[in-house]
C-alpha cells in the first residue's frame, strides 16, 4: 500500500542505495460497506470529522460511516429528498458534528442534522453550486452559510433573519471565480483566480489579497486550492506546487497610523514550492506539514504516478522534506490531481487520502510499532532512547538484551560491555547469564571494567577468576590493573596465586611479581609480599610497611630497603618507636656507610643518642667536613677516643680542639700543632686569645722570636692580652724584622688610644658619683611624715594627744618607734623590725 518515494533530493532517486528509513505512518485501507458502495459508485467529495466520516458520491448520495468504514444510519440515507440528482461537489460539518451541508450542480443546497430532523434545509437556487460553507461558531444553530455559485464573481452569506428567512449578503467582488472557501471563526479565506483573499466577517473588510504566481502554461483553475486553518491565526495554502504559510496579526503602531486600514493583516511567514503538485495538506507539529502531493512526472505509458504522502519541515522561506511515502491507491493511474483530497483528525494524528475508488488511513505510526520496527532494523540504540523518551509496553531490559548479542555478533566487544552497565544494572542473575556470552567469545577482558563490584550486587566468585584467568592468560598488565581495582574479596586469593606460580613466566616477571606481592598483602601474608616487593625492587613495599605496621618484620630486611629507597627507608628507620635504633645498628655493623647514612641521619632528630661516637670515625672516613662542627657541638662522644681516631687520620684542626678541651699540658701541644703542622700564626693567636693563659702566650712568643716573618703578627696580636715588653725584650740586637716600625707605631697608637679611654671613663665615673651622693644627701635631709601612723612595736599611734612630748625615734628604712618602746637608741643603730644596715636605717 505505502512505500518509501525516492524524490530528486533523495540518492535512491539517482541509483545509490541507503538504509532503510523508519516509517513515520502505519496505513490501513478503509472497507467494509465502503468497499459495496464503491463497487457501484464514486466518491466526489468528503469531509472528517472526531466522529465520523462523511462521503459524497456521483451518484448524489451522501454517506455516513464510522472511521472503520462501516456505514451509519441517520437522517442522510433514511430520506431520498437528502440526496442529490447529480454529483456531490462538497460536503461540510459543524464542529459539533450534529449538521452536513451538501451542495451539487442540482442547484440544491441540503443542511441536515444528522440525528434531529428539526432544522433540515432543502434550499434550490437554479443554479450549480460548487461551495457551501457553514459557520463554525458552535453558537450559531445553523442559522448562517456561505454559498459559491458556478461562474460567480460574488461571496454570498446567507443568514436567516428575525422572521427565520434567509437573506443574502453580498461580503466582497471576487476577482474572478470562487474556486474555494475555508472558514474559522470570523475569518473567511477563498481562492479565486488571482490568488487568496482573506475575509473578516466582524469588521466587514477584506485583510489582504495573497496574489499567487504559475507558470504561463498552467492555469490556477485547473489546479485545487487546498486551505486550511491550522489555528485562530495561522492559514496553510497549498496550491499547485507552492505552499505558503500565512499569520493573521494586528497591525503595528506604524502600520496603525492609517485608520481607514482594518485592525488586522495578512503577513506570509514562509513560502517554499515542492516537486510534486499539491492535492492536500494538514499541521503536524508547529514546524512540520502532512502534504499529499500528485507526482508531476507520468510513468513510461504516459500515465499517472503513484501519490505520495510526505512530511515537510518548513523554515522561514526554506523547506526539508524529511519522509514520503508512495501510495498505491485503486485506479491511481487514472486519477488527476483534482481526483484526490486530505482529510485529518489532527487530535488523533489520523489523516485520510480520499480517491475516487479507495479511501487510506495514515496514523502516525505509535510508540511501540515504531520500536518493533527499530528492533527488526538492528537499531537498537534508537530503541532504547524511544522508550525513555515516551514510554513503551516493550521492557526497556528486553530490548537492552537484544542489543548486546546484536553487538556481540558484530565483534563490538566494548560497546556489548558498556551497554551491559546501562542495562542490566544490579541484577545478579542477568549479569551472570550476560557474562557468559562473553566467555564463548573470549572477551571477558572487555567486560572487565564494567562488572559490578559493590557489596549490592556481588556476582558468584567464579565469574571474577574466570575474568582473572583470561587476563593472566593473554594480558598480564591487565591482569595486574584488575588485581589493584577489584577489591579482593570477590574472588578466592589463593586460587589466583597458585594460577599465577602455574602461569609464571620471565617475560613478565616483573607484573606477576608485583601481582603476587598484592594478593599475598591482600591474604594477610605480609612477608611473603614484602619478598616479592623486594625482588620486584618496587617502592610500594615502603607504603605496604606502613599500612600494614610491619615493622617487626624488616628488621632482617634492613639493607635491602636501604638499597630500594635510601630516603623511603629512614624515614621508617628513624622512628625509635617503629623500630629500635640498636636493631638498625646492630643490622648496619658490617655495612659502614649504610651506617653512616643512618647515624648522621639520626643526629639531625636525636642530639643525644648514644651511637655518636661510632660518628667521630665515620665523618672522619666519609666527610669530614662534617666532623669538626659535629665535636663543636655534641658531647656525646669520648675524648681520648676520638683524639685517637683523629691522630690517626692526622686530622689536625679536629685535634686542635680536642686538645684545647683538654686544657694544660694538651692546649700547649695543641698550640705546637697549629705552629708546627697547620703553620697558621692567627689561628694560633686566635688559640691564645681563646684560652687567655700566659703560658700558651709565652710559648707563642719564644717561638715567634725564632722566626722574625711571624714576629711582627703576634705583637700586632698580643695587645690587651700581654705586656708588648714580653716580647720586645727578647728581640735580639740587630735582628731583622720585617715591618717592626709600622707594628710598633701602631701598638703606640693603640696604648695611647686606650689611655685616653680610660681617662674618659674615670672622669665620666666621678662625675655620675659625685652626682648620686649629692640626691643621696638631699634625700636623707628631707622631713619625713609620722602623723598617721603607728609604733612597729606597741602598734599604737606614734603622736599622742595631751601629752607635752612625743619622743619617737623615726629610722631611714621608714619604721617609727616610741622611744620608750626601745629603751634607747638599738645598739649599732639597727632597725628592730627590717635588721638592715645602720648606712641604711640610722636614726
Given at each position: 500500500?505505502?512505500?518509501?518515494?525516492?524524490?530528486?533530493?533523495?540518492?535512491?532517486?539517482?541509483?545509490?542505495?541507503?538504509?532503510?528509513?523508519?516509517?513515520?505512518?502505519?496505513?490501513?485501507?478503509?472497507?467494509?460497506?465502503?468497499?459495496?458502495?464503491?463497487?457501484?459508485?464514486?466518491?466526489?467529495?468528503?469531509?472528517?470529522?472526531?466522529?465520523?466520516?462523511?462521503?459524497?458520491?456521483?451518484?448524489?448520495?451522501?454517506?455516513?460511516?464510522?472511521?472503520?468504514?462501516?456505514?451509519?444510519?441517520?437522517?442522510?440515507?433514511?430520506?431520498?429528498?437528502?440526496?442529490?440528482?447529480?454529483?456531490?461537489?462538497?460536503?461540510?460539518?459543524?464542529?459539533?458534528?450534529?449538521?452536513?451541508?451538501?451542495?451539487?450542480?442540482?442547484?440544491?443546497?441540503n443542511i441536515t442534522g444528522l440525528f434531529s430532523c428539526k432544522n433540515n434545509q432543502i434550499l434550490s437556487f437554479g443554479k450549480c453550486i460548487k461551495t457551501v460553507a457553514l459557520d463554525p461558531d458552535p453558537r450559531s444553530h445553523i442559522t448562517r452559510f456561505i454559498v459559491v455559485f458556478l461562474g460567480?464573481?460574488?461571496?454570498?452569506?446567507?443568514?436567516?433573519?428575525?422572521?427565520?428567512?434567509?437573506?443574502?449578503?453580498?461580503?466582497?467582488?471576487?476577482?474572478?471565480?470562487?474556486?474555494?472557501?475555508?472558514?474559522?471563526?470570523?475569518?473567511?479565506?477563498?481562492?479565486?483566480?488571482?490568488?487568496?483573499?482573506?475575509?473578516?466577517?466582524?469588521?466587514?473588510?477584506?485583510?489582504?489579497?495573497?496574489?499567487?504566481?504559475?507558470?504561463?502554461?498552467?492555469?490556477?483553475?485547473?489546479?485545487?486550492?487546498?486551505?486550511?486553518?491550522?489555528?485562530?491565526?495561522?492559514?496553510?495554502?497549498?496550491?499547485?506546487?507552492?505552499?505558503?504559510?500565512?499569520?493573521?496579526?494586528?497591525?503595528?503602531?506604524?502600520?496603525?497610523?492609517?485608520?481607514?486600514?482594518?485592525?488586522?493583516?495578512?503577513?506570509?511567514?514562509?513560502?517554499?514550492?515542492?516537486?510534486?503538485?499539491?492535492?492536500?495538506?494538514?499541521?503536524?507539529?508547529?514546524?512540520?506539514?502532512?502534504?499529499?502531493?500528485?507526482?508531476?512526472?507520468?510513468?513510461?505509458?504516459?500515465?499517472?504516478?503513484?501519490?505520495?504522502?510526505?512530511?515537510?519541515?518548513?523554515?522561514?522561506?526554506?523547506?526539508?522534506?524529511?519522509?514520503?511515502?508512495?501510495?498505491?491507491?485503486?485506479?491511481?493511474?487514472?486519477?488527476?490531481?483534482?481526483?484526490?483530497?486530505?482529510?485529518?483528525?489532527?487530535?488523533?494524528?489520523?489523516?485520510?487520502?480520499?480517491?475516487?475508488?479507495?479511501?487510506?488511513?495514515?496514523?502516525?505510526?505509535?510508540?511501540?510499532?515504531?520500536?518493533?520496527?527499530?528492533?527488526?532494523?538492528?537499531?537498537?540504540?534508537?530503541?532504547?532512547?524511544?522508550?525513555?523518551?515516551?514510554?513503551?509496553?516493550?521492557?526497556?531490559?528486553?530490548?537492552?538484551?537484544?542489543?548486546?548479542?546484536?553487538?556481540?555478533?558484530?565483534?563490538?566487544?566494548?560497546?556489548?560491555?558498556?551497554?551491559?552497565?546501562?542495562?542490566?544494572?544490579?541484577?545478579?542473575?542477568?549479569?551472570?547469564?550476560?557474562?557468559?556470552?562473553?566467555?564463548?567469545?573470549?572477551?571477558?577482558?572487555?567486560?572487565?571494567?564494567?562488572?559490578?563490584?559493590?557489596?549490592?550486587?556481588?556476582?558468584?566468585?567464579?565469574?571474577?577468576?574466570?575474568?582473572?584467568?583470561?587476563?593472566?592468560?593473554?594480558?598480564?598488565?591487565?591482569?595486574?590493573?584488575?588485581?589493584?581495582?577489584?577489591?579482593?574479596?570477590?574472588?578466592?586469593?589463593?586460587?589466583?596465586?597458585?594460577?599465577?606460580?602455574?602461569?609464571?613466566?620471565?617475560?613478565?616477571?616483573?607484573?606477576?611479581?608485583?601481582?603476587?606481592?598484592?594478593?599475598?598483602?591482600?591474604?594477610?601474608d605480609y612477608e611473603s609480599a614484602l619478598r616479592m616487593y623486594l625482588k620486584l625492587q618496587n617502592k610500594d613495599v615502603f607504603q605496604l610497611i606502613r599500612r600494614y605496621e610491619l615493622y617487626d618484620a624488616i628488621s632482617n630486611l634492613i639493607i635491602p630497603l636501604i638499597q630500594l629507597d635510601r630516603?623511603?627507608?629512614?624515614?621508617?628507620?628513624?622512628?625509635?618507636?617503629?623500630?629500635?635504633?640498636?636493631?638498625?645498628?646492630?643490622?648496619?655493623?658490617?655495612?659502614?656507610?649504610?651506617?653512616?647514612?643512618?647515624?648522621?641521619?639520626?643526629?639531625?632528630?636525636?642530639?643525644?643518642?648514644?651511637?655518636?661516637?661510632?660518628?667521630?670515625?665515620?665523618?672522619?672516613?666519609?666527610?669530614?667536613?662534617?666532623?669538626?662542627?659535629?665535636?663543636?657541638?655534641?658531647?656525646?662522644?669520648?675524648?681520648?677516643?676520638?683524639?685517637?681516631?683523629?691522630?690517626?687520620?692526622?686530622?689536625?684542626?679536629?685535634?686542635?680542639?680536642?686538645?684545647?678541651?683538654?686544657?694544660?699540658?694538651?692546649?700547649?701541644?695543641?698550640?705546637?700543632?697549629?705552629?708546627?703542622?697547620?703553620?697558621?700564626?692567627?689561628?694560633?693567636?686566635?688559640?691564645?686569645?681563646?684560652?687567655?693563659?700566659?703560658?700558651?702566650?709565652?710559648?707563642?712568643?719564644?717561638?715567634?722570636?725564632?722566626?722574625?716573618?711571624?714576629?711582627?703578627?703576634?705583637?700586632?696580636?698580643?695587645?690587651?692580652?700581654?705586656?708588648?715588653?714580653?716580647?720586645?725584650?727578647?728581640?735580639?740586637?740587630?735582628?731583622?724584622?720585617?715591618?717592626?716600625?709600622?707594628?710598633?707605631?701602631?701598638?703606640?697608637?693603640?696604648?695611647?688610644?686606650?689611655?685616653?679611654?680610660?681617662?674618659?671613663?674615670?672622669?665620666?665615673?666621678?662625675?655620675?658619683?659625685?652626682?648620686?651622693?649629692?640626691?643621696?644627701?638631699?634625700?636623707?635631709?628631707?622631713?619625713?611624715?609620722?602623723?598617721?601612723?603607728?609604733?612597729?612595736?606597741?602598734?599604737?599611734?606614734?603622736?599622742?594627744?595631751?601629752?607635752?612630748?612625743?619622743?619617737?625615734?623615726?629610722?631611714?628604712?621608714?619604721?617609727?618607734?616610741?622611744?620608750?618602746?626601745?629603751?634607747?637608741?638599738?645598739?649599732?643603730?639597727?632597725?628592730?623590725?627590717?635588721?638592715?644596715?645602720?648606712?641604711?636605717?640610722?636614726?
Open positions: 500500500m505505502a512505500t518509501a518515494l525516492p524524490t530528486s533530493a533523495d540518492p535512491r532517486f539517482y541509483g545509490i542505495q541507503e538504509e532503510e528509513v523508519e516509517p513515520k505512518f502505519r496505513y490501513q485501507r478503509l472497507a467494509n460497506d465502503l468497499k459495496t458502495i464503491l463497487n457501484t459508485d464514486v466518491i466526489t467529495c468528503a469531509a472528517v470529522h472526531l466522529k465520523f466520516l462523511l462521503l459524497g458520491t456521483f451518484r448524489g448520495r451522501v454517506y455516513l460511516f464510522d472511521h472503520q468504514g462501516n456505514c451509519v444510519d441517520s437522517n442522510l440515507t433514511t430520506s431520498e429528498n437528502q440526496t442529490h440528482k447529480v454529483g456531490v461537489n462538497q460536503i461540510d460539518v459543524d464542529l459539533k458534528g450534529e449538521y452536513v451541508a451538501t451542495c451539487s450542480d442540482d442547484g440544491k443546497v460567480t464573481d460574488k461571496l454570498i452569506l446567507y443568514d436567516h433573519n428575525l422572521l427565520k428567512k434567509l437573506k443574502p449578503i453580498e461580503l466582497c467582488s471576487v476577482e474572478g471565480h470562487v474556486l474555494s472557501v475555508c472558514w474559522h471563526s470570523s475569518l473567511v479565506a477563498w481562492a479565486s483566480h488571482i490568488g487568496v483573499r482573506v475575509y473578516d466577517l466582524t469588521e466587514r473588510c477584506s485583510l489582504g489579497l495573497i496574489k499567487w504566481e504559475v507558470q504561463c502554461e498552467k492555469r490556477l483553475e485547473n489546479f485545487p486550492c487546498n486551505l486550511r486553518w491550522s489555528n485562530e491565526h495561522t492559514l496553510l495554502i497549498g496550491w499547485v506546487d507552492t505552499i505558503r504559510i500565512c499569520i493573521i496579526r494586528k497591525r503595528n503602531s506604524i502600520e496603525a497610523l492609517d485608520k481607514k486600514l482594518p485592525r488586522y493583516i495578512v503577513d506570509p511567514v514562509s513560502t517554499f514550492q515542492t516537486n510534486f503538485y499539491i492535492c492536500g495538506l494538514a499541521q503536524l507539529t508547529a514546524k512540520q506539514l502532512v502534504v499529499l502531493g500528485y507526482r508531476k512526472e507520468r510513468s513510461s505509458s504516459f500515465k499517472a504516478l503513484r501519490p505520495v504522502l510526505c512530511v515537510i519541515e518548513y523554515k522561514h522561506d526554506s523547506s526539508k522534506e524529511i519522509y514520503a511515502d508512495s501510495l498505491t491507491l485503486r485506479g491511481f493511474e487514472e486519477y488527476t490531481v483534482n481526483d484526490y483530497s486530505l482529510g485529518s483528525i489532527i487530535e488523533e494524528n489520523r489523516f485520510y487520502i480520499v480517491a475516487p475508488k479507495d479511501i487510506v488511513v495514515a496514523s502516525l505510526i505509535e510508540t511501540d510499532d515504531r520500536i518493533e520496527w527499530l528492533i527488526k532494523h538492528s537499531k537498537f540504540e534508537e530503541a532504547m532512547e524511544l522508550i525513555a523518551t515516551h514510554g513503551s509496553n516493550v521492557p526497556v531490559l528486553s530490548v537492552g538484551r537484544l542489543y548486546i548479542n546484536h553487538l556481540l555478533a558484530q565483534k563490538q566487544y566494548e560497546n556489548a560491555a558498556k551497554l551491559c552497565l546501562r542495562t542490566l544494572g544490579n541484577n545478579k542473575v542477568l549479569w551472570e547469564e550476560e557474562v557468559f556470552k562473553f566467555v564463548k567469545c573470549q572477551q571477558l577482558r572487555s567486560v572487565s571494567s564494567y562488572l559490578p563490584t559493590s557489596d549490592e550486587c556481588k556476582l558468584d566468585p567464579h565469574v571474577y577468576e574466570m575474568v582473572l584467568y583470561e587476563f593472566l592468560k593473554f594480558d598480564v598488565d591487565g591482569f595486574l590493573n584488575i588485581i589493584k581495582e577489584w577489591p579482593s574479596h570477590l574472588y578466592d586469593g589463593l586460587a589466583v596465586i597458585n594460577a599465577i606460580h602455574d602461569n609464571f613466566r620471565k617475560n613478565h616477571a616483573n607484573e606477576l611479581l608485583e601481582s603476587l606481592a598484592l594478593l599475598y598483602s591482600y591474604q594477610g630516603e623511603c627507608a629512614f624515614n621508617i628507620l628513624l622512628d625509635n618507636s617503629k623500630i629500635k635504633t640498636e636493631v638498625v645498628v646492630h643490622q648496619l655493623e658490617h655495612n659502614q656507610l649504610f651506617l653512616y647514612w643512618y647515624l648522621d641521619s639520626l643526629l639531625k632528630v636525636d642530639r643525644h643518642n648514644v651511637f655518636q661516637n661510632k660518628l667521630v670515625f665515620l665523618y672522619a672516613k666519609y666527610d669530614r667536613k662534617k666532623l669538626l662542627p659535629f665535636l663543636v657541638s655534641s658531647k656525646e662522644y669520648v675524648i681520648q677516643e676520638a683524639l685517637s681516631i683523629c691522630k690517626r687520620e692526622n686530622l689536625y684542626p679536629e685535634m686542635v680542639y680536642l686538645l684545647g678541651c683538654m686544657g694544660g699540658v694538651k692546649a700547649a701541644e695543641a698550640l705546637n700543632i697549629i705552629i708546627h703542622r697547620i703553620n697558621d700564626i692567627e689561628m694560633a693567636i686566635d688559640f691564645c686569645k681563646e684560652h687567655d693563659d700566659n703560658d700558651l702566650w709565652n710559648l707563642l712568643i719564644n717561638e715567634s722570636t725564632k722566626h722574625s716573618e711571624i714576629l711582627t703578627k703576634v705583637l700586632d696580636g698580643i695587645v690587651d692580652y700581654m705586656n708588648p715588653m714580653a716580647i720586645v725584650s727578647k728581640i735580639k740586637m740587630g735582628q731583622r724584622i720585617p715591618n717592626l716600625r709600622e707594628s710598633i707605631i701602631k701598638m703606640l697608637w693603640h696604648y695611647n688610644i686606650q689611655e685616653k679611654i680610660l681617662s674618659a671613663t674615670q672622669k665620666i665615673q666621678l662625675d655620675d658619683y659625685f652626682e648620686f651622693h649629692s640626691e643621696v644627701v638631699a634625700l636623707q635631709r628631707r622631713g619625713q611624715g609620722v602623723c598617721e601612723q603607728k609604733c612597729s612595736l606597741c602598734f599604737c599611734p606614734v603622736l599622742v594627744t595631751n601629752t607635752v612630748h612625743n619622743c619617737i625615734i623615726v629610722f631611714n628604712c621608714g619604721h617609727v618607734h616610741h622611744e620608750p618602746c626601745v629603751q634607747g637608741v638599738p645598739a649599732n643603730n639597727h632597725c628592730s623590725e627590717c635588721k638592715l644596715r645602720a648606712s641604711d636605717c640610722s636614726v
